[in-house]
């Protein structure tokens, strides 16, 4: 390994580093779509995409990014994405439509959450299941069976 590969591994790494959690999984999983196995990455190459992303970190909340990065590996095992990738537009795309959905469900839970008072009434427990009585299961049994005969008559009419 040359030292520029080197500086560049630490780089990585460091950057890597500090994403940190389950985010590098994510963020690992995500680098390698950008790989094939005709052209792997440099580590020149690994550390931009790094730096390049880190600035999306910044500026979403992690489970936009979460969510997005999930998105886009589903894709690749469905078999809808193709890589590797060339930009990160599909990434950008995916963080959008994960912010709008969540700015749309937010909304909409405040516009159609019911403000419930606190009741002061102390609610009565549910009856206790009691068990039917043979002559009940019996009586029902026989009910059922008469209803499907009338069924099969009308069916098969």
């Known amino acids: 390994m040359s030292e520029t590969e080197l500086k560049f591994a630490k780089r990585a790494i460091a950057q890597i580093a500090q994403m940190g ?3 590098t999984r994510l963020l690992l999983e995500y680098i390698k ?3 094939s196995k005709d052209k792997p990455l440099s580590l020149e190459e690994t550390f ?5 992303t880190a600035n999306f970190w910044a500026d979403y909340p992690a489970e936009f990014w979460q969510k997005a ?3 886009l590996l589903s894709d690749k095992v469905s078999g809808s994405l193709k890589t590797p990738l060339d930009s990160h537009d599909l990434l950008l795309e995916a963080l959008e439509i994960v912010q709008s959905f969540q700015n749309t469900e937010s909304e909409s839970t405040a516009e159609t959450a ?7 009434v102390a609610r009565e ?3 206790p299941f009691i068990s039917p009585s043979p002559e009940q299961k019996q009586a029902r049994h026989e009910l059922n069976q008469s209803m499907i005969q009338k ?3 009308k069916i098969f009419s």
């Open 21 to 23: 959690g389950e985010h």
């Open 33 to 35: 779509l950008f790989s």
């Open 48 to 52: 931009e995409i790094l730096v390049e």
């Open 69 to 71: 990065v999930q998105k």
């Open 114 to 120: 019911p403000i419930v008072a606190p009741s002061a």
């Open 125 to 127: 427990p549910p009856e």
């Open 151 to 153: 069924l099969n008559c």
